[in-house]
Nanobody
């Protein structure tokens, strides 16, 4: 069992940056693959990025490649999403998720956080 809490969301102008954090409870954080998802109003939740247990491997959705960077610090039980060059299409609630299956890009994650709102003004 792992509990996830996101933070770092907010209002930012187009072209700006934000860094999201996902703090995990428990002592087995390093045994979970981690991912970020987002859901805009009226749209389905979509995959953003994922990272393997040790952090060596990452995968990104095409719309965020080259702009977003996922990382993790297993000593701090925390995952991050650095978001640069933000645009209005990035406006959404961002969720972090954990999976004992390792790095996956589908929505087949077992544990989810409550989400943090990111709003990009144009």
């Amino acid at each position: 069992q792992v509990q996830l809490v996101e933070s770092g969301g907010g209002l930012v102008q187009a072209g700006g940056s934000l860094r999201l954090s996902c703090a995990a409870s428990g002592r087995t954080f390093s045994s979970y693959g981690m991912g970020w998802f987002r859901q805009a109003p009226g749209k389905e939740r979509e995959f953003v990025a994922a990272i393997s247990r040790a952090g060596w491997n990452t995968v990104y959705a095409d719309p965020v490649k080259g702009r977003f960077t996922i990382s993790r610090d297993n000593a701090k039980n925390t995952m991050y999403l650095q978001m640069n060059s933000l645009n209005a299409d990035d406006t959404a609630v961002y969720y972090c998720a954990a999976s004992p299956k390792g790095l996956i890009s589908s929505r087949d994650y077992e544990f989810w956080g409550q989400g943090t709102q990111v709003t990009v003004s144009s």
